[in-house]
């Protein structure tokens, strides 16, 4: 697998009542990364978003494809980069990526953490009600890395899984159980247990 694309932006006026975000993301071929994220990649609310454990977002490719089948009058402005994540590349989904995967992508080290949560931000960008809700219940919410080792990644990168978990669920499924009513299962237990799991998304699974 290959960096496709990759992303980052500076905070802008942004929504109805003109906060500062960072949704809107401009293409780049390299990314300086450090422990809390791009250094070309400034973050708008950063009690909501960014710092170690939202250092970086990817969104899948076929997620897009998804929203584009539900919400075809705006399917042109589901393109890649639009929801605001920072890498992008084919192949990678919600369904196959693993809390804890550690991946190399040019000298940086990499490990996926948690789910992106859906907010309202994502509405407002593509100017739908409840794109939000639709993501989340979909369970294409994308996911978020924690670095590990800094350095430099550059389009056309290789991205190469280094180590996964023997006892690991999906992006996917962290979604699903947290979505779930039913509390404390034995499956959410075994969830929030799993090694690497954002402290957020444990409590989340543990209510």
């Known amino acids: 697998m290959l960096v496709d694309a990759l992303f980052a932006g500076k905070p802008q006026p942004f929504g109805p009542r003109q906060s500062p975000s960072s949704i809107i ?38 997620s897009y494809k998804v929203l584009q089948s539900e919400f075809p009058d705006i399917a042109n402005k589901l393109l890649i980069g639009s929801i605001g994540e920072n890498i992008s590349t084919a192949l990678m989904n919600d369904r196959n990526v693993f809390i804890g995967d ?14 992106r949560a859906p907010c309202s931000k994502i509405n407002q960008r593509y100017g739908v009600r409840n794109i939000d809700l639709f993501i989340g219940k979909q369970e294409i919410t994308g996911w978020y890395y924690r670095v590990i080792e800094t350095g430099i990644i550059k389009v056309g990168d290789e991205i190469k899984l280094e ?29 929030a247990a799993i090694n690497g799991l954002a402290d957020e998304w444990r409590r989340k699974l543990s209510k």
Not at 163 to 189: F, Y
């Open 25 to 62: 993301k401009q293409r780049f071929e390299q990314l300086h990364i450090e422990l809390d994220g791009a250094v070309e990649d400034e973050q708008g609310n950063k009690k909501l978003h960014g710092g170690p454990e939202m250092a970086l977002h990817q969104y899948s490719q076929e």
């Open 102 to 115: 550690t991946y190399r992508i040019g000298s940086v080290i990499i490990q996926v953490n948690s789910p």
């Open 163 to 191: 180590h996964r978990l023997q006892k690991t669920k999906s992006v996917a499924d962290i979604m699903r159980l947290v979505r779930q009513k039913d509390s404390a299962t034995n499956e959410k237990l075994e969830a």
